[in-house]
């Protein structure tokens, strides 16, 4: 037969022991606590700023060649920037300023490595003592176009009613 278990205390229930070496919380838990930041899309972080290889690709296809330097970069830039915002801002992924940050930085580290690797051209042939310099270049300036591109996004989906 089973038996009830005893009542509590008068009182209520005893406290747990406090363990000393845990972080004890102090007053209300804040909202930011109980509502989590969504994580962010790694997959399409990384697929994005694969898009930037499209820069070196129009100069080994020998596209750059034929339609001439301004036409590339804004053709280049055009495809790439409405690639990002159309998955971001129209995709509803979550927190996409920093999501295209990512992106960028991810970009200019793809063409770090394909300047590295296969000597595609991207940095002019990068010196070992020049690395530290470009990788600041395009990454940073990876991450600019991609804080510009996410902000874009965010107002995509704000007027979407998404966030």
Known sequence: MHT????????GPSPAPRDPHRPQ??????????HPRPPIVWQA???LGALMLLWPLTSLTG???LIGAPARAIA????????CVGVVGLGGLPRPILTLVLTGMAGGGYLLLA???VGMGVAGGVSALA?????????GGGA???GLAGLVAAGVQKLRGVR
């Open 144 to 146: 600019l176009w991609g």
């Open 45 to 47: 972080v990384f697929g």
């Open 4 to 11: 009830p278990p005893p009542p509590p205390p008068p009182g």
């Open 76 to 83: 280049v830039m055009a495809v790439i920037g409405a690639a």
């Open 63 to 65: 596209v750059a060649d």
């Open 131 to 139: 690395v530290p310099f470009v990788l600041l270049e395009l990454i």
């Open 25 to 34: 919380a102090r007053g209300p838990v804040p909202p930011a606590a109980q």
């Open 115 to 117: 300047d590295l690797f």
